[in-house]
């Protein structure tokens, strides 16, 4: 079945420091996928999407790039904050089934 | 608009007890889900309503874990007799059409003593 892998945590950066998370996914057909966060003490947010091949989703200075030949979903961020402190869920969505990552703690040191 | 709300935060009870959690979807959504994350691990569906039809419920554990969508609005989710390994944090999303992204409430997190 369709299923979601991503890199484990906890991830320990410091302020300015580049992020990657890396996903990638098993699934027949064309899902769609999707990056949420939590932030702590809240519930999961929606941060970005692709919903096709080469799409890139992008919010808050986070990008990740839907690749097909390779199953991934890789999210980056160039300089990440303190506030970017939270966990992170890959997720994909096939025929409204969705499917979570078992999620990535980021941690962001001042 | 109101996003997706569910009671209690938090709830702690000992094995063999029952707890109920409610989940209340952003007003107008038929799409109603529950999933938990158990343990740190990935987050798992659990069953979906459209309106107050169980459309799939094939991510239920067993038959401790019963949901109603009486009057496809609010939702609970009860576990009767709780046990230890339902410990975790229960999320509810709903969404207005199957497709739409999905909107999270803040989960319930479930300790079972």
């Known amino acids: 079945g369709d299923s979601v892998t991503q890199m484990e945590g906890p991830v320990t950066l410091s302020e300015e420091a580049f992020l990657t998370i890396n996903c990638t996914y098993t699934?027949?057909?064309?899902?769609?996928l999707f990056w949420y966060v939590q932030y702590p003490g809240e519930g999961l947010q929606l941060l970005l999407k692709?919903?096709?091949?080469?799409d890139k989703g992008s919010n808050k200075g986070f990008e990740a790039t839907y690749r097909k030949e390779t199953t991934s979903f890789h999210l980056e961020k160039g300089s990440v904050q303190v506030s970017d402190s939270a966990v992170y869920f890959c997720?994909?969505?096939?025929?409204?089934?969705?499917?979570f990552g078992a999620g990535t703690r980021l941690t962001v040191k001042p | 608009e109101a996003g997706v709300t569910q009671f209690p935060s938090h709830s702690v009870i000992e094995k063999g007890q029952t707890v109920t959690l409610r989940c209340d979807p952003i007003?107008?959504?038929?799409?109603l889900y529950w999933y938990r994350r158990v343990m740190g691990k990935e987050i798992k569906f659990l069953l979906h309503?459209?309106?107050?039809?169980?459309?799939?419920e094939s991510g239920m554990p067993n038959n401790r874990f019963l949901a109603e969508r009486t009057g496809g609005t609010y939702s609970t989710l009860k576990v009767q007799p709780a046990e230890l390994e339902d410990s975790g944090v229960y999320f509810c999303?709903?969404?207005?059409?199957?497709?739409?992204?999905?909107?999270f409430g803040d989960g319930t997190r479930l300790s079972i003593l």
């Open positions: 999303a709903s969404s207005q059409d199957r497709g739409s992204p999905q909107h």
């Open positions: 699934a027949t057909g064309y899902p769609s």
């Open positions: 692709a919903t096709k091949a080469d």
């Open positions: 997720a994909l969505s096939h025929n409204n089934d969705m499917r």
């Open positions: 007003s107008g959504h038929d799409n």
């Open positions: 309503f459209v309106k107050e039809s169980k459309q799939d």
